[in-house]
């Protein structure tokens, strides 16, 4: 056991002296963390003066950092472990940058084409480019140009063709649907 180490010891069984703790700094310190200030003024051992020494202490050893150690130079090199992992790669490395994916490409070109067609369908209407029922089908019979996307296997009766600018629920989903592929082609790079 060392010097340092015993004196510790002696400080914390209470065998050492006021004079001996004021004497030495660091065991003034030790004893203040340790026992509390209100310790060091009942014992009569002054704050300032063991702060003073103990700053006056280290400001005369012999490195410019306390906290840094100091590697004797042994002309050996540090042993490295043998079994260290591999170094990691980065994945994202052999990706162009700004470049999409052939499926965020498709994604992006499906879902805005699909827009564009409600839109189209909703706000001009499919029966201006498709053939729309006779009239001797029904009265509304090429006035509603407007196709009915659950009803387009039935383009030759009334019930596929409504009015256009009227929206109903197979419009909405189906421009929902688009928009969530857009977005998921943006996300997909």
């Known amino acids: 056991m060392g010097e340092s180490d015993s004196r510790l010891k002696e400080l914390l069984d209470g065998k050492?002296?006021?004079?001996?703790?004021?004497?030495?700094?660091?065991?003034?310190?030790?004893?203040?963390?340790?026992?509390?200030?209100?310790?060091?003024?009942q014992v009569g051992i002054s704050r300032g003066s063991t702060k003073r020494a103990l700053a006056e202490q280290f400001t005369?050893?012999?490195?410019?950092?306390?906290?840094?150690?100091?590697?004797?130079?042994?002309?050996?090199?540090?042993?490295?472990?043998e079994d260290m992992p591999p170094v990691p790669t980065n994945v994202f490395e052999d990706e162009e940058e700004g470049g999409r994916s052939l499926l965020g490409k498709?994604?992006?070109?499906?879902?805005?084409?699909g827009l564009a067609a409600v839109a189209t369908n909703l706000f001009?209407?499919?029966?201006?480019?498709?053939?729309t029922c006779g009239a001797s089908v029904h009265s509304t019979c090429g006035e509603n140009l407007k196709l009915n996307w659950l009803e387009f296997h039935r383009m030759g009766e009334q019930i596929a063709w409504s009015?256009?600018?009227?929206?109903?629920?197979?419009d909405m989903g189906l421009a929902a649907f688009c928009l969530i592929l857009i977005a998921k082609g943006i996300r997909n790079r």
């Open 106 to 113: 498709l994604q992006l070109l499906t879902g805005g084409i």
């Open 16 to 41: 050492l002296s006021a004079e001996e703790i004021a004497d030495d700094p660091v065991l003034a310190s030790l004893a203040e963390r340790i026992y509390g200030s209100e310790f060091l003024e």
């Open 60 to 81: 005369e050893s012999d490195g410019d950092d306390l906290l840094i150690d100091v590697i004797p130079e042994s002309g050996h090199p540090l042993p490295m472990p």
């Open 124 to 131: 001009y209407g499919f029966g201006n480019f498709l053939t």
């Open 163 to 170: 009015p256009v600018g009227e929206i109903g629920m197979p």
